[in-house]
Each structure stands twice: as C-alpha cells, then as structure tokens.
C-alpha cells in the first residue's frame, strides 16, 4: 500500500477560535498555513494562545468557531486517520521516573496496537539513537536531565515515520546545551522530509531553527511568513558607539530617528519609515556637531522588531 501522501500545506486553519467556559477569548479568528518540509516557529508570549491552539489542532478540544486542516483533513473529524501520522509533544512527556528509557519506550510502542511486536527491539533501539540517548537507554528515566527527558519524549513520538510532528515549548526549561541539542534534532528531523510545527516563545529559539513563522499577540496572529522575510520587513537599528551619547542622541533625534536608546557608550534608534535619511548623512551631521563617533553602522531587524512594530510593546516573555 502506497503511503498516504503529504499536502502542499500541511497545517490549514481557518478563523479558528477558542472561548472557553469562563468567557475567555484565547483564540480569535486565527489563520495558519504550513508549507510541507517547514519548520514552522508559532510564535507568542506566554498567554497568548499557543497550547490552546495546538490541543485543537490535535483534536484534544473543540474549537468554539473556524476549521482546522492536519495532513488535508478536517478535525477533529479524521482524528483516527489523521493523528497516526503525527507525532506530539505537549507539555513535557509523560514518563515512568521508575523505568529505564528504553523501557519507557518499550511501553509507549506496546501501546500502538498497530506497532508490530517482532520488531519491537529494534524500532526502540532506533528512537533511541536518533535522539542519542542509546549510551544512557539503560538508566532509569528519573536521573534523566530535563533535557534527556525531553529527547525521550521525542523518541516517543518518532516510534513510527511521522508526516508532521507537533512541539509545544520544546525547549522550555532547558538549559542553554539542551537548547542546542532540541534544536539540532529539529533541523535533522527537518532535513529528513519531516515538516516541525513548534511553539515557543523564545523569539531567538525560533530565529534560529524556523523556516516560518507564525506570531501570536493575546489570541490573534500578527503576523506569519518565511522568517527571512519577515526580518527583511523589519525596520534596522542605527548604532552609534560614542563616549558623547547625550549630543548624539540630540543630534540624532534632530534628524528624525526615533526611539533613542543610550546604554553604556551605544546609542540606538529607529530609521523613520518614510523619507529615511542617508545613514551616512547622519554620521555627517554627528560629526559636524562635534561628536566623536567611535562606530556607526546599522544592525538587521530581528524578530523582535517585528513584534514590537506589530503591537508597539516589548515581547514579554515573562508574560
Ligand atoms: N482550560 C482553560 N479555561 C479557561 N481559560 C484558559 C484555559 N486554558 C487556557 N486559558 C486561557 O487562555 C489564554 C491562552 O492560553 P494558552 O495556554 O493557550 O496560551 P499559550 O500561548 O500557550 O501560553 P503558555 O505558553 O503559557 O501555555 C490564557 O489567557 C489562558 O489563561
């Protein structure tokens, strides 16, 4: 039997939208499209909706309005088809502290009714190795550091071939070295045909290992694209290193540029939009005023300056 094949778009949601009982709006009309072999950064601070769509994306709760598209069906609908071809990783694995990590494993595969027992081993020994936990299969899950657990459960997930493989908070918890291994994974389980659809609400995190991106603010989706695209969209910072910050931030304000920041000798600002003077125009004119520039140059629009020029407000990632 051919393998069912993946859509162009693998994720689809339209005007999806969560009120939960108590009133609470968590997701408001939202539209998502994810293109096959992405990996797709679904941004937000905390709050902001992310898990809330995810559990409806899996078919764990109802949507209040809107539809939601897994791999070209409908859910929750074809759930049964559906969720066999997708891989989860919500809100930390659930594992037994008392078992070793291969025996973790054993029993999450013994729990697929269609995971064929003679192969057990062998699928088990493979999970392992591809989120190389294969030298510490043998310890009990409970000494586990929070970001072996988490490849654990990422082994849980990868037992059988998945079309798309859904991360909430992947990284959440980790140290910086779990971070960077979290993401290796990712980027290897992308380049083997997988498309990654994770949240985060790490805007670096998601600079670093996304495709695409999709951002959050309070349940409403700001904006969403390839992530090259949506820095090039970013305004720049100009950058003046200077030991005469308070003349050049004046200097520099005379001249339009907004959002003038002093921290030790480093002024930053905002290119106005429209009409942008020459950046060298204004190092000009911070020399003609008698300021003594030490370095001038102008830094690339990163994801955060796109979410503060969506929303006005800083990412709060405490949220
Ligand atoms: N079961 C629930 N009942 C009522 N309100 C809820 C429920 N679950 C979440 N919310 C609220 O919905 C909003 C969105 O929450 P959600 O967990 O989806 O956001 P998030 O972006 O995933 O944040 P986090 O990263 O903190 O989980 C929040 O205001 C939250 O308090």
């Given at each position: 039997m051919q393998p069912p094949s993946v859509p162009d778009t693998v994720v689809e949601v339209r005007g999806l939208t969560k009120r939960y009982r108590g009133g609470q709006l968590a997701v408001d009309g939202l539209d998502l499209d994810v293109p096959r072999g992405s990996v797709f950064g679904f941004l937000g601070p905390n709050g902001s909706g992310k898990t809330t769509t995810i559990r409806m994306l899996l078919g764990l709760i109802e949507p209040s309005a809107g539809s939601a598209r897994l791999l070209g069906e409908s859910m929750p609908a074809a759930a049964r088809e559906v969720l066999p071809r997708v891989g989860a990783l919500i809100e930390g694995p659930a594992l037994y502290?008392?078992?070793?990590g291969r025996d973790n494993l054993l029993r999450f595969d013994a729990a697929d009714?269609?995971?064929?027992p003679q192969t057990r081993a062998a699928r088990v020994g493979e999970a392992l190795e591809r989120v190389g936990l294969t030298a510490a299969a043998r310890r009990k899950a409970r000494t586990y550091s929070l970001g072996m657990k988490q490849r654990l459960g990422l082994a849980a997930a990868l037992l059988r071939p998945r079309d798309l493989l859904v991360l909430d908070e992947p990284t959440n918890g980790l140290d910086p070295q779990g971070m960077r291994e979290i993401r290796s994974l990712v980027r290897e389980l992308s380049d083997d045909g997988t498309t990654v659809f994770l949240s985060s609400h790490l805007l670096d995190e998601i600079e670093q290992v996304c495709t695409h991106a999709a951002v959050m603010s309070r349940g409403r989706l700001l904006a969403q694209g390839a992530v090259d695209e949506l820095v090039a969209g970013a305004r720049g910072r100009l950058v003046v290193t200077t030991a005469d910050t308070g003349n050049a931030a004046r200097v520099l304000r005379e001249h339009g540029v907004t959002g003038l920041t002093v921290v030790g000798d480093r002024v930053t600002g905002e290119l106005p939009?429209?009409?942008?003077?020459?950046p060298a125009d204004l190092n000009a004119a911070l020399v003609r005023s008698g300021v003594r520039v030490r370095a001038f140059g102008t830094e690339h629009g990163s994801l955060e300056d796109v979410f503060v020029a969506l929303t006005g407000e800083g990412f709060d990632v405490a949220g």
């Open positions: 502290g008392f078992l070793s009714p269609t995971a064929d939009a429209a009409e942008a003077p020459d």
